[in-house]
């Protein structure tokens, strides 16, 4: 465990000597945030409430998903491993006594950090106070947002993972990682607008894919709409893909590795 | 070989061919990055058709009109992203001392920049575009005319110059700083976002913001005016739906010269 935190806290300081995009990073979501702003004001026009959503739940959920839309832009795990296995970097980092995935994921819980408490925290905050948004019911709603927060965090690091993984086939995966992400990720993710307001169809398509556990299953909890023991229904689905895609990855990393020996020498 | 705009043009295809070619030899990854883009849009007309299926019209603007603005912004984004991609990372060029190699060749150092990296993949960003927009003219029933046709050519070079102009102003800064601390995301990633929805939407000071500072509101809102035949000038005079040109020309004239100070002013890194 300490090996890992080790990697997690280099990780949270190399992040700390690019302080200057940081805070040009954050004013350009703060800019994107408002234009979301006054899009769904001007929508709300002359409406009280729709799928269950009044103005100010709507817009606290537009900004509480966006600020966890910040870990799309600040995990880049797949573009790491793929830099990793271009350069030959790999080589050394699978010769440490320590598990590569795990590795990983410690280096973005580290640069993460860094993100939610520089660019999230921030975000959260000044737009919290500037259009007085909602607070999460209770203290265990709090805590329960936490944890989805997180589950959602390791979801989409095994996304990435396996997505980097497939560097080790093809010499460029950009075109793959943007496809996914931006394509596909985004659209079932929720990060736009709330699933309630999906049609059917796509609606169930949504809640059969792990990408609405990033996003919507925490963002939701945040704003009430999902509470009581159906909380504990997301997290459970939560932690399925958590695992699913865990062992997922690990089963394709072991495979590159083959693939890998096969190259070597 | 005399004519100077003929000499260009066959030097700037036998940069831009060269790179083109060089892209090219990795298809599987250029099919994806293709993909990736079309993916991009895809999801963005899908969630803003999920919106507009669920509230209809905001400010009367329809998903039609929407599609409008969104793909008028994004062909000229497209177009500029063809041609002046380069200008991105010039701060790379600036670090790297790489700008000194192109200080010394015997073309203007800003053709060499522009020449030597044309990114293909974008076309498939404008394709894409074109698909949009045409779907939109069918969806909001405004008949395809050659005036109409022409209207929409000037109006997304226009809107391509504009953007370029905010790509060459944060090569001025890189020029001049090292960095250009990811000015081009704020100038046109955030732009181009606001500039995908109608501009009512906005209170006085940002409309003002967009129409005479970073005026994306001439690639998208007050062309559209004229093409769907609204008005809502929001006490703007009308003529603005024809100042696309007038617009991109200015700000172009503006950057280009704050470009060339940056040029006399270039100190090398030296590394």
Redesign the interface.
């Known amino acids: 465990m300490r090996k890992y935190l080790a990697f997690a806290a280099n990780a949270f300081q190399r992040t700390l000597t690019y302080r200057?995009?940081l805070w040009?990073?954050l004013?350009?979501n703060v800019?994107?945030m408002l234009?979301y702003v006054?899009?769904w004001?001007?929508?709300y026009?002359g409406r009280s409430a729709?799928?269950g959503y009044d103005l100010t739940r709507i817009l606290t959920y537009i900004v509480v998903s966006q600020t966890l839309l910040s870990f799309h832009f600040t995990l880049r795990i797949a573009r790491v491993i793929e830099e990793k296995v271009r350069t030959g970097e790999v080589v050394t980092d699978l010769m440490k006594p320590i598990d590569f995935q795990l590795m990983l994921l410690a280096t973005g819980v580290g640069t993460t950090f860094h993100t939610v408490l520089f660019n999230m925290l921030p975000k959260l905050l000044l737009f919290y106070v500037g259009l007085r948004l909602l607070l999460p019911g209770s203290i265990l709603t709090v805590g329960v947002f936490i944890i989805s927060v997180m589950l959602g965090f390791v979801i989409l690091f095994n996304i990435e993972f396996l997505i980097g993984i497939l560097a080790f086939w093809?010499?460029?995966?950009?075109?793959?990682?943007?496809?996914v992400i931006?394509?596909?990720s985004?659209?079932f993710s929720g990060y736009?607008?709330p699933l309630e307001?999906?049609?059917d169809l796509?609606a169930k398509m949504a809640e059969y894919l792990p990408f609405q556990a990033i996003i919507y299953s925490p963002t939701a909890i945040y704003v009430g709409r999902i509470t009581g023991s159906a909380m504990v229904g997301v997290l459970l689905i939560q932690l399925f893909w958590a695992v699913v895609l865990m062992g997922l990855g690990r089963f394709a990393y072991l495979a590159a590795l083959r693939k890998l020996a096969i190259q070597g020498g | 070989m005399c004519n100077p705009i003929v000499r260009y043009s066959k030097l700037y295809l036998l940069l831009a061919g060269a790179y083109v070619r060089s892209r090219l030899q990795?298809r599987?990854?250029?099919?994806?990055?293709?993909?990736?883009?079309?993916?991009?849009e895809?999801?963005l007309i899908?969630?803003l058709g999920?919106?507009f299926?669920?509230?209809r019209t905001?400010?009367g603007w329809t998903l039609p009109d929407i599609m409008f603005l969104y793909s008028l912004g994004s062909l000229a984004f497209a177009l500029m992203k063809i041609v002046g991609n380069q200008l991105d990372d010039f701060d790379r060029y600036v670090v790297r001392g790489d700008l000194d190699a192109v200080l010394i060749k015997p073309v203007p150092p800003l053709f060499y920049v522009l020449a030597s990296r044309v990114e293909l993949h974008h076309a498939s960003r404008m394709l894409t575009s074109i698909v949009i927009f045409c779907a939109a003219f069918y969806m909001a029933r405004i008949r395809l005319t050659i005036g109409r046709g022409l209207f929409t050519i000037i109006t997304v070079v226009s809107g391509s110059l504009i953007m370029f102009a905010f790509m060459l102003l944060s090569a001025t800064v890189a020029l001049l700083t090292g960095?250009s601390?990811?000015?081009t995301?704020?100038l046109i990633?955030?732009s181009k976002?606001?500039a995908a929805?109608p501009i009512?939407?906005?209170?006085l000071a940002?409309r003002l913001l967009l129409t005479f500072i970073l005026p994306v509101a001439f690639v998208t809102y007050y062309p559209a005016m004229h093409l769907l035949g609204k008005d809502q000038f929001l006490g703007m005079p009308a003529y603005f739906q024809f100042g696309a040109p007038v617009a991109a020309v200015a700000l172009l004239l503006c950057c280009y010269a704050l470009w060339r100070i940056g040029m006399r002013h270039y100190y090398s890194t030296g590394s």
């Open positions: 200057f995009e040009v990073e004013f350009i800019l994107f234009i006054y899009l004001k001007a929508l026009n729709v799928e093809v010499v460029e995966i950009r075109g793959i990682y943007f496809a931006w394509g596909i985004w659209f736009f607008l307001h999906y049609p796509l | 990795y599987l990854s250029f099919g994806f990055m293709c993909a990736a883009v079309i993916a991009g895809a999801c899908g969630l999920v919106l299926t669920k509230f905001v400010n960095k601390g990811k000015i995301d704020i990633t955030a976002e606001a929805f009512s939407i906005y209170p940002v």
